[in-house]
């Protein structure tokens, strides 16, 4: 059982390295600078969350609740911005901020 799990893993790594068939690996861009400079605080929250971008300007931003609902939605273009919790109500969020160069989630949790 070891040896099928050292191939499973190895194989596709190597057809794609030697370029000797199709890839589809899938990863997350560690170093990706706008990720990076994305910060949400204070999280959890109880009324209002900061959110502020260093790397670039945040045009708007999506906020879903667990089930996959849209329960907020605004432009914002700006680096920095407050999001009131007026309405909603106590979970798990997932924060979507969209910029010129992509998007990037972040998990929010409100009290």
Do not use: K, W
């Not at 329960?71 to 911005?81: E, G, I, P, Q, T």
Request: net charge negative; hydrophobic share 40%.
């Amino acid at each position: 059982a070891y040896i099928d799990t050292i191939m499973g893993y190895l194989n596709p790594r190597i057809v794609c390295a030697l370029q000797l068939g199709p890839c589809a690996l899938v990863g997350i861009d560690e170093n990706d600078p706008i990720a990076l400079g994305v910060d949400v605080f204070p999280n959890p929250s109880v009324d209002q969350v900061t959110v502020t971008s260093s790397a670039a300007t945040v045009e708007h931003y999506e906020l879903f609740d667990v089930n996959g609902r849209l329960v907020r939605a605004f432009n914002v273009n700006s680096d920095r911005f407050t999001i009131d919790r007026n309405g909603i109500e106590g979970g798990v969020y997932l924060l979507q901020l969209h910029f010129e160069e992509g998007a990037v989630s972040r998990r929010l949790v409100l009290e």
